[in-house]
């Protein structure tokens, strides 16, 4: 079936720092693919839909400079979060679409400090 | 836009009970739905989808859900739980060329 890898599942870094988070479909080409972010205990916010050879495009609200997605190839897609401050902690979860279904990968907790 | 309303969002059942979580969607001509189940720090899993046909879904783990046009509902049912369905539970509704939107959650917590 579909997969979807996430990588790394989870991150410390530093306040200031950068992050890069990859989501790859590990059997099959997606041209497109999402970014959500998740709250402790809440539901999923879509941050953006990522588009392979183009620019993203990010929901209301969504920094696109803070929340950099580079969608370089049918199988790749990354979300760089650029000068991390504490705040941008949380769990980032992407996904791709697939006949008329999406899978999810496993989600990366990223803990700024 | 597509709307979804999950009304409960905590369901405490004992073991090998049976077990309804609740899904609502704003009404739409034509909607996929999905139910989707998370454990801690995980990723989300399909459980299942209807796209279209039968109205009775049915998926992994022996849940199934019942897609309801006039009530515009489709929640998600299992006869008996066990301990290891603990977990959140996500309601999801795409209409037509619109994102997928989910609901908040439920979470389900099975006791001994």
């Known amino acids: 079936g579909a997969v979807v890898s996430q990588h790394p599942s989870w991150v410390i870094c530093k306040s200031g720092t950068s992050v890069k988070i990859e989501c790859r479909s590990l059997d099959f080409q997606a041209t497109t693919m999402f970014w959500y972010r998740q709250f402790p205990k809440q539901s999923l916010m879509l941050m953006a839909t990522s588009n392979e050879g183009s620019k993203a495009t990010y929901e209301q609200g969504v920094e696109k400079d803070k929340f950099l997605i580079n969608h370089a190839s049918l199988t790749l897609s990354t979300l760089t979060v650029t000068s991390a401050h504490p705040e941008d902690s949380s769990f980032y979860i992407c996904?791709?679409?697939?006949?008329?279904?999406?899978?999810f990968g496993s989600g990366t907790r990223l803990t700024v400090v | 836009a597509q709307s979804v309303t999950q009304l409960d969002s905590q369901v405490p059942v004992f073991e090998e009970a049976p077990v309804e979580l609740r899904c609502n969607y704003s009404?739409?001509?034509?909607?996929?739905l999905f139910w989707y189940v998370q454990y801690p720090n995980q990723g989300l899993q399909l459980l299942l989808k209807y796209l279209s046909g039968s109205t009775l879904v049915k998926g992994i783990n022996g849940f199934e859900a019942e897609f309801n046009k006039s009530q515009t509902s489709f929640h998600l049912r299992k006869p008996s739980v066990h301990i290891s369905d603990t977990a959140e539970y996500f309601c999801?509704?795409?209409?037509?060329?619109?994102?997928?939107?989910f609901g908040k959650g439920t979470k389900l917590t099975v006791n001994p």
């Open positions: 999801a509704a795409q209409g037509g060329s619109e994102k997928l939107v």
């Open positions: 009404s739409s001509v034509s909607v996929y």
């Open positions: 996904s791709a679409s697939r006949d008329y279904g999406y899978t």
